[in-house]
């Protein structure tokens, strides 16, 4: 199993970040891909022997998870888990999550915050969890797959996603789109509670204008998405 750990100008989080994932006791790998970090993230990751690639230029959370991805496949992984450096996504909940796909019972698996029966943790803003709601509609509409918290980047992969994201992987706010290209491509798909953590350095990379951004943007991506898959099909 590797873990892939995101981290775009995360001197401040990437550290205690590794430390969790060490202290959950998982027998697994990790990989830190530095997004072209303009901090001290490299620097970090050097100085505590941490495994790390490091890309010249800033490819966003899609080029650098794609970039974890191929390096995955290269290594002949049979699993792959994202997590993001900043800290949010508790490495004690690795093995909540790894179990359906250890279990043969799905090949894709979601860390939701909005699943369990008490809203605990980090849930984000309540604008936030208005467009989330929205966007799971759609994805229920186009696809048929209900997913409570479609922008975690806490998942879980299975071989088969790990050959596919490699070659093709959503490159701008890809979590609700890798949904719908998993569940186009037959695989089963699970979501399991999960408690999240605020940030404690640094600040999100989404605003209020890049957040209106992201929700047209990524509406429109699912739709075209949906609609030529059904055109390949036909052909």
Sequence with gaps: MLV?????????????TVRSLEAANIACDYLIVNDGSSDRTEEVCRENGFSYVSLPVNLGIGGA??????????????IAVQIDGDGQHDPAYLQTVLQPILEDKADYVI???????KAEGFQSSA????GIRLLS??????????????????RAVSRRSIQEFAEHYP???PEPEAIID?????????????????????????????SVYYMIK???DIIVCRISYGVRRAR
């Design 4 to 16: 892939i750990i995101a981290a775009y100008n995360e001197e401040a989080n990437i550290v205690k």
């Design 65 to 78: 998870v794609q970039t974890g991805y191929r390096y995955a496949l290269e290594n002949d992984y049979d």
């Design 111 to 117: 860390g939701s915050r909005f699943v369990s029966e």
């Design 127 to 130: 604008g936030r969890r208005v």
């Design 137 to 154: 509609r759609l994805i229920r509409l186009c696809c048929g797959v209900r997913i409570c918290d479609v922008t975690s980047g806490f």
């Design 171 to 173: 490159a701008d706010y």
């Design 182 to 210: 998993a569940s186009l491509r037959g695989e089963r798909i699970a979501e399991v509670p999960v408690l999240m953590r605020e940030r404690e350095h640094g600040v999100s990379s989404i605003n209020l204008k890049r």
């Design 218 to 220: 990524v509406s429109l």
